[in-house]
């Protein structure tokens, strides 16, 4: 034992409270402890013993199985075995043991808490939660690349579906149906200001066969006018302007125009000028306005056009000359500013918006503008052309010719109205006078037909004709014949006018 004296052993300690601190009681008998805090005449064999037989658990020590040791611990002293056992009571203010007196390893029998288990178990949580996460990664992974791979099926199946449609489109347009490809089909009226002669022209955009026309119609195509009859073209932009002669048009050409567009010549001479100019092959020389002037426009091949000359080359007619020539000038200017377009629809439509003209209700500024960038586009591809309508001196449709241009551009073909309809009833004036014409219209107006002006014949003929092609219109063809006074026998079945049910050529035996 030790030498030194504990401080506290002239203290009376008895036992030690449930935190391990010695109790000390006046009355108890003086008591000396040694180095390890035990009573000095205690045998070190039960504490060898309890070490010994001492198991740190997971958990901090408990206190009340620690008091029952540092009880037991008492008891079994020599000094305790003869004294009652007593409850240890804690002293209210008890004094605080010197810290050099008391180290940490005097109690190493206190259970610490165990931190490795805790430990372990977080680290079996990180992991089972990694590999969730990598598995799910993985899957995540498996289901992008499927999608990835149907979504790429489907692109290739296009694809290759486009490219076998595509291969045929070019070949077979053409020849196609007409119903079944997609047109955007407007008229175009150029309108002088001085004496109100016009020239018209159907701007075509085939979308399915990616081009477009120019289809020109002369001046002389009869047309149905408004309440019966008939007229020529050229009258029916004057007298029913642009709505009715739209209506004239789809009606005889079952063109299904959408809209008009009405230029006059100078809003013509501001929109060449807005696109900075055209050029053309001219065919022909212009004159001056005056004797002895030079001319406007010289003939000859890639002639730079202003907006005044331009005009003046697109409604020239020379003396003598059919209006097909001016047609084909019209044609050409029309193209040559479609050309200078642009191809984008906002600035199409800006260029027309600052023309500052009057637009028709049937066609917005926005949707000529949008026509006209189409137009523009297939110009500058060379996928635009300029066809001429083929139409007779009598201003009939020149037959299978018309017929084969309207299905290839038009995508229809020459169409009489319906069954219910009123028959039309083309009139060519063959007596040699001329005021057999406007009889036999007003007798077959009264009667409940449509009257069709064929024009006058250029040698008079003694018998009429009324002619069918239709047998299913051969009782209508007796119906006329009887309306205008003329034999039975003047109704027979032949080739008649395009567009008509009903072919009437007025003999001098016609007495209207």
């Given at each position: 034992m030790n030498d030194r004296q504990d401080p506290y052993a002239q203290q009376q300690v008895h036992g030690y409270d449930a935190?391990?601190?010695?109790?000390?009681?006046?009355?108890?008998?003086?008591?000396?402890?040694?180095?390890?805090?035990?009573?000095?005449?205690?045998?070190?064999?039960?504490?060898?013993?309890?070490?010994?037989?001492?198991?740190?658990?997971?958990?901090?020590?408990?206190?009340?199985?620690?008091?029952?040791?540092?009880?037991?611990?008492?008891?079994?002293?020599?000094?305790?075995?003869?004294?009652?056992?007593?409850?240890?009571?804690?002293?209210?203010?008890?004094?605080?043991?010197?810290?050099?007196?008391?180290?940490?390893?005097?109690?190493?029998?206190?259970?610490?808490?165990?931190?490795?288990?805790?430990?372990?178990?977080?680290?079996?949580?990180?992991s089972e939660s990694r590999t969730e996460r990598r598995d799910g990664r993985r899957r995540r992974g498996r289901n992008r690349l499927a999608a990835l791979a149907v979504v790429l099926g489907l692109v290739v199946a296009g694809g290759i579906t486009w490219l076998l449609l595509s291969a045929g489109g070019d070949e077979g347009a053409?020849?196609?149906?007409?119903?079944?490809?997609?047109?955007?089909?407007?008229?175009?009226?150029?309108?002088?200001?001085?004496?109100g002669v016009s020239s018209t022209a159907l701007l075509v955009d085939n979308g399915t066969a990616h081009r477009?026309?120019?289809?020109?119609?002369?001046?002389?195509?009869?047309?149905?006018?408004?309440?019966?009859?008939?007229?020529?073209?050229?009258?029916?932009?004057?007298?029913?302007?642009?709505?009715?002669?739209?209506?004239?048009?789809?009606?005889?050409?079952?063109?299904?125009?959408?809209?008009?567009?009405?230029?006059d010549t100078p809003y013509l001479e501001n929109l060449v000028e807005l696109v900075g100019g055209i050029t053309v092959d001219t065919n022909t020389t212009v004159p001056g306005a005056e004797p002895g002037e030079r001319p406007l426009v010289d003939r000859g091949a890639g002639r730079r056009l202003g907006g005044r000359e331009a005009v003046a080359y697109a409604v020239y007619r020379a003396p003598g000359e059919g209006q097909e020539r001016q047609l084909a000038?019209?044609?050409?200017?029309?193209?040559?500013?479609?050309?200078?377009?642009?191809?984008?629809?906002?600035?199409?439509?800006?260029?027309?918006?600052?023309?500052?003209?009057?637009?028709?209700?049937?066609?917005?500024?926005?949707?000529?503008?949008?026509?006209?960038?189409?137009?523009?586009?297939?110009?500058?591809q060379g996928s635009y052309e300029t066809r001429v309508l083929p139409v007779r001196p009598d201003g009939t449709l020149a037959g299978p010719a018309a017929d084969s241009v309207v299905r290839e551009v038009l995508g229809g073909t020459v169409r009489a109205p319906g069954r219910d309809a009123p028959p039309r009833v083309s009139v060519k004036n063959?007596?040699?006078?001329?005021?057999?014409?406007?009889?036999?219209?007003?007798?077959?107006?009264?009667?409940?037909?449509?009257?069709?002006?064929?024009?006058?014949?250029?040698?008079?003929?003694?018998?009429?004709?009324?002619?069918?092609?239709?047998?299913?219109?051969a009782g209508e063809a007796k119906e006329v014949a009887r309306t205008l006074g003329l034999p039975e026998g003047a109704v027979r079945k032949g080739e008649g006018a395009a567009g008509a049910d009903v072919t009437v050529v007025l003999g001098q035996d016609y007495k209207g």
């Open positions: 935190y391990g601190q010695p109790v000390y009681r006046p009355d108890a008998p003086e008591r000396v402890y040694d180095q390890y805090g035990q009573p000095a005449q205690r045998s070190r064999e039960p504490r060898q013993q309890a070490e010994q037989e001492w198991i740190p658990r997971q958990a901090g020590p408990s206190a009340p199985d620690f008091a029952l040791d540092s009880a037991s611990a008492s008891a079994s002293s020599p000094a305790s075995a003869s004294a009652p056992p007593r409850i240890p009571e804690p002293r209210p203010a008890a004094a605080p043991a010197p810290a050099g007196d008391y180290r940490a390893e005097q109690f190493s029998f206190l259970e610490e808490p165990d931190e490795d288990s805790q430990d372990v178990i977080d680290w079996l949580k990180f053409a020849p196609a149906a007409g119903g079944a490809q997609q047109r955007d089909v407007i008229v175009v009226h150029l309108r002088q200001t001085t004496g477009a026309t120019a289809l020109l119609l002369p001046n002389a195509l009869a047309v149905a006018q408004e309440g019966g009859g008939a007229t020529t073209l050229g009258g029916s932009v004057q007298d029913a302007g642009t709505g009715g002669t739209r209506d004239a048009l789809n009606a005889l050409l079952g063109s299904g125009i959408k809209g008009s567009w009405r230029l000038r019209f044609g050409q200017v029309m193209r040559a500013v479609l050309g200078k377009m642009s191809g984008d629809a906002g600035t199409a439509t800006g260029t027309v918006e600052s023309l500052a003209q009057i637009p028709d209700p049937s066609l917005s500024t926005r949707q000529l503008g949008a026509s006209l960038a189409h137009l523009a586009e297939r110009a500058r063959a007596t040699g006078g001329a005021p057999a014409g406007g009889s036999a219209r007003v007798t077959l107006v009264n009667g409940g037909f449509t009257y069709v002006d064929a024009g006058a014949a250029k040698a008079p003929r003694k018998a009429s004709a009324v002619l069918y092609a239709d047998d299913g219109r």
